[in-house]
């Protein structure tokens, strides 16, 4: 049982790591476009202010662009770690081994007559409910045994069933 719970807490660390791996790699890939259209647009307002000299609306845009770049680069630098934090997973009290031997499970005190009425109610609901393939066909009345066990044999789609030596 010990291993059993060694290997589910294992299991779960490796799940949790690799799931923030996942998150981790998704968010640089989001955000990575954003600061190379941040960096080129920082290269253009360089060219606008060395042509035109820094007017405010220039300073303006720069500013908020700075304001942009530190905000993607703490979304880069994000711990997902952090974000999701830890569930705590309550001591399972200790369950008894399954029982063997003589014991009589609740399970298995079931009434076979009841039972065997049930199947039958069942099996004869389902016939009344079934269309028949030709409905003018006759029909050869069968009695129904409930204790009897049928098998149904269908052929698997794509195999080819043989019928008097010929391949249908």
Partial sequence: MGQLAHFDDRHSYKLESSSLGIIQTALVDAVTPLSTTIDALMARIALCERGQGASEKVMAVKAAIDVLRSDVDQLKSTDMSMIFRMVEI???PYMP???TGDEVRFEEKVDP???AETDGDILE???VDTPLADPSATTVPSEVTPSTVTQVQIDAPGTDAQRDGATV
């Fill in 125 to 127: 609901a389902s016939l």
């Fill in 97 to 99: 081994p399954a029982t």
């Fill in 113 to 115: 007559e009841s039972e």
């Fill in 90 to 92: 309550p001591d399972v």
